[in-house]
């Protein structure tokens, strides 16, 4: 049974950090796309980064380029998302999804298992 497990939301200001963790259980990970897609309320749940655990290449929105970054321990079975930079726009529950292709990473149809979201807030 594939389990994605989030951790690391908080609350920050404008201009703090948050590192949010996704771990993997029972999945072929090392070969396969780990996503983050967030979603804030009353909006559609959208991308934000994703990764191919396989070879490294990674993908990001344009709302969050050159402030967030992707990366993965594969000994751990675990993807990251580092947030800096962080605005209050940034407010949303953080999913972490996988699956085994993605021909467009960041389109939320393209993954099939779902984490239970974390929230992330930030203040002004």
């Known amino acids: 049974q594939v389990q994605l497990v989030e951790s690391g939301g908080g609350s920050v200001q404008a201009g703090g950090s948050l590192r949010l963790s996704c771990a993997a259980f029972g999945y072929a990970y090392s070969s396969n796309f780990m996503g983050w897609f967030r979603q804030a309320p009353g909006k559609e749940r959208e991308g934000v980064a994703a990764?191919?655990?396989?070879?490294?290449?990674?993908y990001y929105a344009d709302s969050v380029k050159g402030r967030f970054t992707i990366s993965q321990d594969r000994a751990k079975n675990t993807v990251y998302l580092q947030m800096n930079s962080l605005k209050p726009e940034d407010t949303a529950m953080y999913y972490c999804?996988?699956?085994?292709?993605?021909?467009?990473?960041?389109?939320?149809?393209?993954?099939?298992?779902w984490g239970q979201g974390t929230q992330v807030t930030v203040s002004s």
């Open positions: 999804a996988a699956d085994s292709h993605a021909t467009y990473p960041l389109l939320r149809s393209e993954y099939n298992y």
């Open positions: 990764i191919y655990a396989g070879g490294g290449s990674t």
